[in-house]
């Protein structure tokens, strides 16, 4: 089973620029915040839902022509994700090493309200053209990309209970009650946190919206942005959620739970 955390989708509302044009330069600073997604892929038993995201920056626009302009700048940007479902279950295969002989078994794993929150912060860079119009009040419009390079990442997970069982692949006997294997019920699973590797960001950048003219040289920008990450963040190779190891010590009386939460 895969987990695998694949896109961003950024959605940016009520955006306001304050922006200082000569007849050939613009300089602008804005702010802008509203709905942020980080998009994976999951089971059909869980949902994604995006977070509110927002961010800040510095842009620069040179205009070739009254109409026409080449923008780019600095912008910061924060995005989030909560991942949920009522019930859950991870089930894959092991090799276990007994004293006489090998078997495989099933290690299942049934989560109960499992939460998962995420979250990344970006450098970006942004490379687009802009349309305007003429006049105290414009129409502004651009479209181009945005190269963003990570700064942090993390999530959070939170379990209500978990249980864990294995069943012998050959046998068909399913051991679900043996705390000493680490294969029962919990209830008091701990929180769970860590830190997101993630790569370079590359994505399509969409807005549109009004200029308002508060002088001369001095304007107001607000409007609506559209960013989509068009590459693999996360890209690392699948893994459980729960990874069970029956064989420390080559013992099947001392199995190891190692918690590995995360999505990759």
């Not at 995201?53 to 924060?78: D, K, N, Q, R, V």
């Not at 051991?175 to 860590?194: K, M």
Request: glycine content about 10%; charged content about 15%; hydrophobic content about 40%.
């Amino acid at each position: 089973m895969k987990h695998i955390m694949k896109y961003t989708i950024i959605v940016y509302l009520l955006l306001g620029t304050i922006q200082l044009q000569a007849q050939t330069h613009e300089f602008s600073a804005y702010a802008l915040g509203g709905l942020s997604s980080i998009q994976y892929s999951a089971p059909t038993s869980m949902k994604v839902a995006g977070g509110f995201g927002g961010g800040a920056g510095f842009g620069y626009t040179y205009f070739m022509t009254p109409e026409w302009g080449i923008s780019t700048g600095l912008e910061f940007s924060l995005s989030s994700a909560t991942l949920t479902a009522d019930k859950f279950r991870d089930v894959y295969p092991l090799l276990f090493r007994g004293t006489t002989k090998d078997e495989m078994l099933n290690f299942i794993s049934d989560f109960v309200g499992y939460e998962e929150k995420q979250s990344a912060t970006y450098l970006h860079i942004p490379l687009t053209l802009r349309f305007q119009t003429t006049g105290t009040h414009k129409f502004q419009a651009g479209a181009g990309m945005k190269v963003g390079f990570a700064l942090s990442g993390s999530y959070d997970v939170v379990i209500k209970s978990l249980s864990t069982s294995a069943t012998f692949q050959q046998t068909g006997v399913t051991i679900s009650d043996e705390a000493q294997h680490a294969l029962t019920t919990n209830s008091d699973v701990p929180p769970y946190s860590g830190d997101l590797s993630l790569g370079l960001n590359v994505g399509i950048a969409i807005d549109a919206g009004m200029r308002w003219g508060l002088s001369e040289k001095v304007g107001l920008y607000t409007g609506v942005y559209l960013d989509y990450g068009v590459l693999n963040i996360l890209p690392s190779p699948t893994a459980h959620l729960v990874e069970y190891d029956p064989n420390p010590g080559k013992l099947w009386e001392c199995p190891q739970i190692i918690f590995t939460f995360y999505w990759v």
